[in-house]
Structures are given as C-alpha cells and as structure tokens.
C-alpha cells in the first residue's frame, strides 16, 4: 500500500476536519505538511495532529518533497489557482467544492485536471460516502423504487449560525444560499438520477431576518426542476433550521419511494417526557456527516493505490455550479431559467 | 337542536360514505332521501340506511318537503346546476369538490350562493376537519412555528386505481391530475398560510404509464408555488403511490416545523421481521379521512342550529379551481402562469 | 335490526363516554335511561343526551319496561350486585371491569351469567376492539410472527392522576396497583396467547411519592409471569407517566415482533423544533381508547341482533382478577405465587 | 502522547474487529503483535494489518519487549490464565467479557489485578462507549427522567446464528443464554442505576427449536430483577431474532423516560413500498457496536496516557457473572434466587 502523504491548505472548521482525519483516521494516510496565513491553525497542526512541516503559502507547501497529495480546504476564491498548482506539481488532488467561483474558471480547470489523468482528482462531494446515502443508492440502482419520479431534497443550515451571517453579508458576498447549500442537493440529485437539469425556478423568503432583503442574501429559498428525462426536484435551501441541521432527501419511483434522514436523527435515543416522543437531531454538519468525511478520504487513499478516479470529479462540480448559478438568476429574475 | 333532514345526491364511492355518515354516525342528522339513476344504488339506500324517500332525479328529490338540507356528491359537471336549484329551494347545501368544473361557473354559483346568505353552504375540504390537521393549524396560529417560509403538500393517489384511470381516460377527461388531486392541498395551503398563491411552475412524468402522454394525462406531477406574502409552496400529485394513499403536508416556519403524516401511517401497529421495522400505511381515502368525513358533517349540522356558515366556503373553492387550473396550463405550456 | 334500549348505571367520567357512545355513536342502540345518586349526573344525562328515563336507584331503572340493557359503569363494589339483578330481569348486560371484587363472589355471578345463556353478557374489555389492537390480533393469529415466547405489556397512567390518588388512597383501598391497572394488560396476554398464566412474581417501587409505601399503594410495579405454554410476560403497571398515557403492548415470536404503540402516538403530527423531532402522546384513556368505546358497543348490539356471545366474557374476568390477585399477593411478600 | 504497542491474543470474529482497530483505527496504538493457535489468522494479521511479530502460544508473545498492553479475545477459559500472566507481565490488560468462567476464579484474578493498580486494566463492556447510551446516561445521571423505577434490557442475536449454535450445543456448554447473552444487559442495569441486583428470577422457552430442551440450552429467556434500591429490571435474552440484533434498553424515571435504539436502526434510510413504511435494522454486533468498539479502545489508550484506570473494570465483571449465575440458576430451578 502506497503511502498518501497530504499537505493540507485551510484549518478553518471543516479544514480541521480533514486535517484530523487525514492524521488519524484513513489508514494508509499522513498529513505530513500544512498551510495557513493564521500561525494558530498552524500551532494547531503541529501540537495536536503532529504535522511536521508548516507554511504560510501554498506554493512553499506543494515544492515540499515529503508530499504527494494535497487537500485544499481553503476559501473557494483560491480553488482554481491551487488546484492547477497542484496538479501541474504532479500531485494528487482532493478539493473542497466549489471547484471555483464561477463557470468559465470552472472549465478552465478542467482542462488542466484533464490533462493530468494519472493523478487522482476528488471534488469533496462527501454525501456519496455517507453510509446511509450510499445504502439508498444501491436501492435505486437495483431498482427497487422503479423508475424515478420526483426527488426532494433538503439543505437547511442550523439557524445558531444566522447572526454570524447577517454580519458577514453586510460586507461580503456569500455566492448566494443556492450556490453556498443547494450545490450538495444538485450533485445528489445528478447522482441519484443519471440525468442532467434542464430548467429551473428559484423562490426566496426573509423572515426572520428581512434585513437580508436589502443585501441580495436569503434565509430560505426553493427550486424547482425539470430533468431531462422528465424527472422533477424539489430543493428547499435554507440557513435557519430552528431544529439543528437538517439534511434529507426524497426519492419516488413508481415502486415505492426512500427517504435518507426523513428525521435527521442525532442518534438512537428517544425521549418521553411531558414533551411528547423526542427524537434528538443532528446539530451540524460535523456531526452529520462525520464519516462520510472519513470515507471520502479512505476513498481518495484507495483510489491513490489502485490508480483509479473517484466518483465525484470535475464535470459534476462543473455542472452543480451551473444549475446553481441558474438557481440564483431565476430567483433575482423571478423567472424560469434554463441551463446552458 | 334543530334535526336536519337530509336528501343527498350521488352514492358511488364517496356518496355511500356520506350517506351512511349522514344516516347513522352524525347526531343531528337524518338521510331522508337519496336520489341517483343506478337502481342499485337507491336499494342500498333503503335496505342498508334505511332512507325512506328514493328518487331518480334531483328535481322531484328537492321538492319533498321532508329534506331541509342536501349534500351533493354527484359527478362536477352537475354540482353548479344543483347548488343552484338547492339554494333556491331554500335548503341548505353540503357540496362535495369542487364547485364547479371553471371559473366562469363557480363564479356564477357564487352569486346564487351569496344571495341566499341565511342557508349554510359547505364545501367538502374535508381535511380541515382532520384531526391531525387541526392539531396542526393550532400549532402553527399559535406562533409555534414563527412565520411560515415553506409549505410542502402530497395528495398521492394508490396505484391500485391505476389500470381502472388508464381506461378510462381513454374516453374522458379528469378535468387534470391537479384539478383532480391537488385542490385539497391547493385549499391547505391557503388555510394554513392565510395569503394567495400568485404564480405557478408545473412539471408532469409518466413513468409506470407512459401511455398517458398521447391521453393528456398525468401519472405524477409537481408545482412550485410563489405566494402574496413570499411564502413558498411545494406540491406533489400523483396517482401511483404503489405504497398506499400517501397524503403528506409539512410547514417549515422560522421557529420550527409541523408535519402531518410525514408517514402516512395507518395505525399504531410496528412489525420487526425480516423487511426491517414496518409501519403499515393507510390506503385509501375512506381508510384515511374516516372521522374527517363525519367531522365535517357534525361541523354542518352544528352550523345549521348555530345560524352561523363553516369554514371551506364556496370563495375558497373558487380560489382553489383557479391555482389548479393554473398548473394545468404552466404544465400544457411549461411555463410560469400568474393567477388571475 | 333490533333496537337496543340501554339503561346505564354509573355516569362518572368513564360512565359519561359510555352514556354519550350509547345515545348518539352506536346505530341501533337507545339510551333511554339512567341511574345515578348524583342529581347533576342525571340532570347531564337529561339534558345533553335526551336520556327519558332517569333514576335514583337501579331497582327502579331495571324495572322500567322501556329497557331491555343494561351498561353498568358503577363502582366496582356494586357490579356482581347489578349484574346479577339484571340477569334475573332478563335483560342484556354491558359491564365495566372488573367482573367483581374477588374471586368468591364472580364465582358466584357466573353461576347467574351462565344460567341466562340467551341474553348477551359482555365486560368491557375494550382494548379487543381497538383497531390497531385487532390489527395485530389478526397478524399473530395468521403466523405472520410465528409462535409466541415473549409478550410484554405496559399500562401507565398519567401523572396528572397521582395528586388525587395520594388523596383518595389515605382513606379508600384501591384494590391494589394490579388489579387497578394489569388487569386490561393480563387480558391481553391471554387473548394474544390462548394459554393460561401460571406463576408470577411482582414488585413495586414507590419513587415519586414514597408516602405510598405506608398507605400499602404503588406508584410503580412490574410483574413476570409464566404461562402454560412456557410463554413468558413482562408487565409493567403504573400511575406516574409523566409524558401522558401508556399502553404499549410487544408479541415476539420466532418469525417477527409486532408492537402496538410502540410510541403512543396521539395523532399523525410531527414538530421539529429545539427540543428535536417531538410526536405528541397520548394523554388519556378517552383519548386513546375513543373508538375501541364505540367499537365494542357496537359489537354488543350486533350480538343483541345476531344472538351470539362477545368475545371478552364472564371467564376472562374471572381469570384475569386471579392473576391479579396474584400480582398483589406477589408483591406483598415478595415471592413467587402460582395462579389457582 | 505514549505509544500503546498491542498483542492481541485471539483472532477470530471478534478478534479480528479489535486487531483491526488497534491496528488501523486507535490513533496511539500499535498492533505489533498476535497470537494463535490458528495459522491462517496469524497470515491475516501479518498480511491485512501488518503485524510483525506473530506467536503460536500465549507465553512467548507476552515475553515479547515490543509490547506494553495486551488485547484478550481468546476463548472465555483462558481469561483468567491470561489476565494473570500479562498483568504479572507489568502489562497493560484490556479483556474480552466474561472475566472468567465462575465467580471463583473471578475472585483470584482480581485478586491479581488489584495487585497491580499502576497497569490499566479494562474490561470490554463496549456498549458503555456507544455514542446513543453515552447520551442516555448523561441524560440519566442529569436528572432529565427523574428517579429510576423500572429498567428493560432486550439483548438478542439474529436467528442466522441459531443452527451453528444448535450444532455447537450437541456437543458444548455455552455457558448458557444469561451469562452468553445478557452479561451486557445486567452490566447496563448497574451502570443506569448504580445499585446492586439483589433477586432475580428467570424463564426460558425453546419454541423455534425444541431440541434445545434436551440440551439444557435456550432460545429465548426472560429475566425479572429486584435490585437494593428496588428499581426493577426487565430483561429479554435470546439468539432468535428473525429480523436482525436486537439491543435495546429503556429508562423509566419518574419524570420521563429514555429509550436506546427503540427501533434498533441500521441507517437514516427509511423504504416506502406495498410492505409499509421500513427502516433496515442492525444485523450484527460488529455493524450495531462499530464505533463503540474503537472508542472503547481509544478510552483504554488515553488511560494508559492519563494513568488513571476505566470504567468497566474488574468488579463490574464480577457483579455481571454473578447476576448471570443467578439467573441460570433460577430458570433451572424454577424459583427465585437471590444475589449472594
């Protein structure tokens, strides 16, 4: 077995994450070098994940010799230039989505990923290695729902983060709540249906938080689309779940129907109490999906050793930000968009 | 307490309910006529309810002077014209969905309606009467919830009816899968949001049936929803729910949400074999909205000697034939339709 | 159909479901009297329910020629009494549980019960004709869960009673937790089993309010029982739900389980908020139990009309107060005892 | 943070899932050694998870200087001989459950381990480590449910065991169904309640397969126990659930309840087909005490680092023996037995 040797760029929440993971938990990994203009997060990587070798710039990590692998956590701004560094470096790449800001940085991309195929490539679509997600595709693979009809899906943020937001959208761009959270729901409702998105229209509320009207952000959205094979989605788009985090998805064939986190269940107890029946739910997307962060990264080592690529590549982060781009222009227009 | 005196109209599947309701499960009541052209049905009348007066049609049936009331549960086409002869007569008028099969009548009958202001006048959107729908309307007009931002609506129909509805669409026309399925959720929506639906999106799949296409008929339908107050509504119709009757609604409100069958369970009954956990489902309207349906008629009775009208009023089913035959042009067209 | 013209004794709160079921939920069935000590029983009985015929003493009710049934709802010191006098008048008998204080004097009236084979004698075992209860009755009689080795049952009251039960059991003998609570459960076991119990051994904590350990009461008890067939049953008993009203039954079998409110469920809704994805419960036995109230009226009735005996008679009295003295006799010193 | 360098003695079903974890999954262990009699598991664990040094016997591993800590998954007779030997070794100790076969030797080898209080000593009691029981008890011990009343344990493994296990009996001694299947329940009981069992009494019924009867072996038993501070206990033990692994436990408190694994859930997937509404199950111990059984062992290798000794040690062992004696002993009696 190959051993995969990450530098990591990005400690912020979820680069702690994958860092933790790529040092401790995906046998057949180390983390061997991190990056990050914040010298706490680089403390962090030596004193709790051992890392040996800290930068503050990507570009001394990736001439590091003791790398074969990076895993780039950093603002979606620096995706594009990081991973063509990267690749043209001759490493391994796994990248957190999006791939890039937009559409024609996205193709350009692409090019250089495709021009490198003997490294591996992974975009961080981690809900394909969620074991729940995964034992729902099989399902749907093996036909036991028919064909598919209509697929529901759900990303809703818990709302503890929505001050921070408020404050945060007052003087930056967030890319819009459906390129920000709908982008997982898109590339799940590819993966599940092995059609492309042909038209969408999108819908906004501000409720609780109507001072974001006047910045251009949601709270709350919707969409609608239309497949080209006919099937029909349905994604509500959120960053204020009262509840915790709520993760779910829907899919009706004319056999039957599967629901993954019909309840985001935190875990397998239930209370009674003057309450009622409670079911605990999961609080965040750290919690949610903790393994399925691990399995994506035993996935990519795997992928390392055996000389394959993953699922989860170039193209559908391309086409996610796509239909998340007319996701945003149908809601500013109030119209039916059309992807390109 | 007054004792009204029913004559109805219509005893197919859902008149017999009715009748057998009106006759023996609702205090107040009395089925004294029954009207139909199906012998048979006029038999089962007498010998199983024990209605004294049959007639073969509607005209002599509301010149007996024993009714004081009619519920009219005969084919749409007929409902304007009786409601019309019913409120002049001067009786009161239970009328099953919908009002009329367009606009231009219902609007005609409303005039008819809103003449006779002393004689109670009901529509059937017998979910408003469920128990479980109740409970919830209470919750969200409490302000558990905060202020509504999605409102998600399943009417799926079982799949056992599917072979009887692909015949006979061959020779007719349902009036549309969401005329025909999806003016209940249409009316939840207004009910439980208390605002207008502007502005609709329809898709259509057949799946199972794909002979519907040249038919003009649906197997499975979505809509997306804008409504006056932003609020975004999110609806499912179907005929092949291969599971059972699956009638589903969920509010996401900024404090929390409500769902109301989000298993459309049968009964309190769990099995563990070798499937898993098993929830039964309910599987058919009459097993579903069983108590509704005497709900709804109690709620009639107790109107009639309160002098006082119901809620589902013949403006609410106005509005609801209007958002339905909106989706139906959005899906001929594929595009966005304003209500009028 | 023969018209069934109750006379009804007892119009305390389970007295006035029975009283109203009677006069307006069950076809066929009159209410025509009422016997009572409580003048405002009586003045309920007139007033709200027509009832004609209205008595201070049930001598004088059984001697009203407009009767020909009698439901006894008094207290369960007068039932062999009552039972046993309406017998003799030839009259149809609906009783509450239990058949009578003690094993000697049900003896006693089943002698009476068995003499008058040709009017119905029924006792109030309604969870029989609950419908999720039936539900199950048909799956385990069909083999869906193979042959029996555990059943347990739980019946818990809630705690909004255990105030005034403290009160009342200072001065009254409530018959003991078992006998107050298991007997419905013990029924069950022998309903669902067809074998008769053998040995039990019972215990009780009194934690929330320890006064009752000198007053001889418990808030809380669990028994285990053997049965002839070697099944085994798991009880627990208790008065101190805090959540609201527990009855919960689970049969395992060699092939499959089968629960019947698993979660006792109050309706079909469900609310996520903070405290997590909560169903509300229960919160009484005339909630729970509405239907299975009417259900086994009308099954009295059929049986007046069909000349056959209910299921739930004078034998499954007798036996499950055994088993409840049983519990009792257990519990008190603290051994193993064997059913007589 | 010192390394803890393994030799793991017994490599079969369980055996592989501990070497597995301390060798892939327990950041600051090593799996540097294994032991058995079986060849091929000795190739496994050089080849699958790269141990270097392999034993035939027991003796010549624990002589190795490349190991600070033993991982005990050997046959139960060997328990007591090994813990002896590896703890006069000076060797960190973690053990599978029983700690030995009769109370007896039990005694002795604690009598060892108390000996030698600087070497951590643990006893595999996972469930403590389980993400959904390390809730309930957090929620127990904070008070959320009140004071203890009643306590159920079900612990029952799938039927796919059960001819492997009748074949096995012909010539075996399981050790029988208590002590084999319910020496985690009765831990549980005294973890949940920190009071001691003080009577039990114990059914059991072969109804699947009979012809354990001859065999003195069990299907499926029932436990009821008295513990000191008369909370109650309900147990279920068996080998034959049809339809997966069935652990179970449910709290009953005076101001609520607490349920782990009500439904013992495989995933967040829920299936809607003609069967009903279906959740997979658990299937197994290793699929259902997955993460438990790497966070016990993450618990064993941070005491080794914290110097300071686990729950789940040497007496807990003992009381569990000694409940499950008890009821071995009551079921073959028939009567009641109480703790000594």
Redesign the interface.
């Known amino acids: 077995m190959v051993e995969v040797n990450f530098g990591i760029v990005g400690l912020g929440r979820l680069g702690k994450i994958h860092a933790k993971n790529l040092?401790?938990?995906v046998?057949g990994s180390m983390l061997v070098a991190a990056c990050s203009i914040v010298p706490e997060e680089l403390e962090h990587a030596k004193n709790e994940l051992g890392v040996e070798e800290v930068y503050a710039t990507f570009d001394e990590m990736i001439n590091s010799p003791s790398i074969n692998a990076v895993a780039i956590v950093s603002p979606s701004g620096f995706h594009v230039e990081q991973i063509t560094k990267a690749m043209k470096k001759g490493l391994h790449v796994f990248t957190e989505k999006p791939l890039g800001l937009n559409v024609a940085e996205i193709e350009s991309v692409i090019k250089v990923i495709n021009n490198h195929p003997n490294q591996i490539f992974m975009l961080g679509f981690m809900r394909r290695y969620d074991?729940?997600y995964q034992?729902?595709k099989r399902?749907v693979d093996d036909g036991?729902?028919?064909?598919?009809?209509?697929i529901?899906c759900y990303g809703i943020d818990p709302s503890k983060g929505m001050e921070s937001f408020v404050e945060f959208a007052k003087n930056n761009d967030s890319g819009g709540l459906f390129a920000d959270m709908s982008i997982h729901d898109i590339d799940l409702v590819r993966w599940f249906t092995n059609s492309e998105i042909k038209?969408v229209?999108a819908?906004?509320?501000n409720?609780?938080y109507p001072e974001l009207d006047k910045l251009g952000e949601l709270?709350?959205?919707?969409?609608?689309m239309?497949l080209e094979d006919?099937?029909?989605a349905?994604l509500?788009a959120?960053r204020?779940?009262?509840?915790g985090y709520?993760v779910e998805t829907e899919l009706?064939?004319?056999?039957?129907?599967?629901?993954?986190?019909?309840?985001?269940?935190?875990?397998?107890?239930?209370?009674?109490?003057?309450?009622?029946?409670?079911?605990?739910?999961s609080q965040d997307f750290p919690e949610r999906f903790k393994m399925a962060f691990i399995n994506e990264m035993k996935e990519f080592v795997s992928c390392v050793n055996e000389k394959r690529q993953p699922e989860g590549n170039a193209n559908d982060g391309l086409q996610a930000t796509k239909v998340a781009d007319a996701c945003s222009e149908s809601w500013e227009k109030?119209?039916?968009v059309k992807i390109k």
């Open positions: 040092a401790k938990n046998p074991e729940s034992y729902a399902l036991e729902i028919g064909e598919l009809t209509v529901r038209k229209w819908l906004g509320k409720a609780a709270e709350t959205g919707a969409a609608m239309e006919r099937t029909m349905l509500v959120g204020n779940a009262s509840y709520h009706i064939g004319t056999k039957g129907s599967v629901r993954i986190a019909n309840i985001p269940e935190k875990n397998l107890v239930t209370i009674l109490n003057e309450k009622g029946s409670v079911r605990p739910l109030n119209e039916l």
